[in-house]
């Protein structure tokens, strides 16, 4: 039996992009998934094809939270995983970027998945345990520039799972974070070409695609990954790993000189 076998799973932002495609793979291993967005049309559209349920949700409300909490407990019975993967992004330099920005920002990326896994504690604990996934980021290992507040949220989001790993352990709740690299979804399509060789900050050349963290999301909120907890998990075709644009560049001088 799959170790997402009837599960009840809350994935914020599971309307589209990474949210949608983590819970595709987890219905896909027999999960019951909820998409809990802002976006309704897309968010329904995702919950149908997929047999779940949609709730319309903005993760910076505590009493939507609370609502949350109520419609999947009312129809499930339980809660036993949270993925917390809503989010913005931001592209500026500090200099350039506004209070308002910098705090709406936070407010969404971090306080949004504290508010989540408040919320999810005693309905996890009375169904005896859980599995807390945060989706954090790339720029939450490493300091990008033009991210300051989303790198802020995201390095936020990271300590933020180690402190409730530490401190839900004893009621069996397991808190890790994720890390993607730059993945192709609406967030990033602008910015980013999927193929071989377009992306050589990564070690392995390329963006990822949503289902390849939605793999790795689906793992950690599984009993596949019953001893983990407290962890990150980098998916991120090595961005993070060294300094592979510096391998990229000797590579390409070498060849000029070669042909030259
Ligand atoms: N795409 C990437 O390259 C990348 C890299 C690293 C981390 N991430 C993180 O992965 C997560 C998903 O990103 P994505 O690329 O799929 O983006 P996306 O924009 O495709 O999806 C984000 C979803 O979050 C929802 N959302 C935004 N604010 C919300 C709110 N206040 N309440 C409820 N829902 C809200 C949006 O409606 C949307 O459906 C984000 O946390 C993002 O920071 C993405």
């Not at 987890?26 to 094809?49: H, N, P, S, Y």
């Not at 500026?92 to 989540?116: D, H, R």
């Not at 839900?168 to 609406?186: D, K």
């Not at 289902?211 to 793992?219: D, K, L, N, P, V």
Request: charged content about 20%; proline content about 2%.
């Amino acid at each position: 039996m799959s170790g997402l076998q009837d599960k009840v799973v809350i994935v914020t932002g599971g309307a589209r992009g990474i949210g949608a495609a983590a819970a595709a793979r987890m219905a896909q291993d027999g999960a019951k998934v909820v998409i809990a967005d802002l976006l309704e049309e897309d968010g329904r559209k995702t919950a149908d094809a997929l047999g779940g349920l949609f709730v319309q949700h903005d993760v910076t409300s505590e009493a939507g939270w609370a609502s949350v909490v109520e419609t999947v407990t009312g129809a499930y019975g339980r809660i036993d995983g949270l993925v917390n993967n809503a989010g913005v992004a931001c592209n500026s330099l500090i200099e350039n970027e506004s209070l308002e920005y910098f705090e709406q920002v936070l407010k969404i990326n971090l306080t949004g998945v504290f508010l989540g896994i408040k919320a999810v504690i005693e309905p996890m604990k009375a169904a005896g345990g859980g599995s807390i996934v945060n989706i954090s980021s790339a720029a939450g290992l490493t300091a990008l520039p033009f991210t300051s507040a989303y790198g802020a949220s995201k390095w936020g989001v990271r300590g933020l799972t180690k402190i409730a790993s530490v401190e839900l352990g004893r009621y069996r709740i397991r808190v890790n974070s994720i890390h993607p690299g730059m993945t192709y979804t609406p967030m990033t399509a602008e910015v980013t070409q999927l193929g071989e060789g377009l992306f050589p900050l990564a070690a392995l050349g390329r963006v990822g695609v949503p289902e390849e963290i939605g793999e790795a999301i689906s793992f950690l909120v599984s009993a596949d990954s019953s001893y983990v907890t407290g962890a990150e998990l980098a998916v991120d075709g090595g961005w993070t790993t060294g300094e592979n644009v510096m391998l990229a560049q000797v590579e390409a001088q070498t060849a000029e000189a070669r042909s030259s």
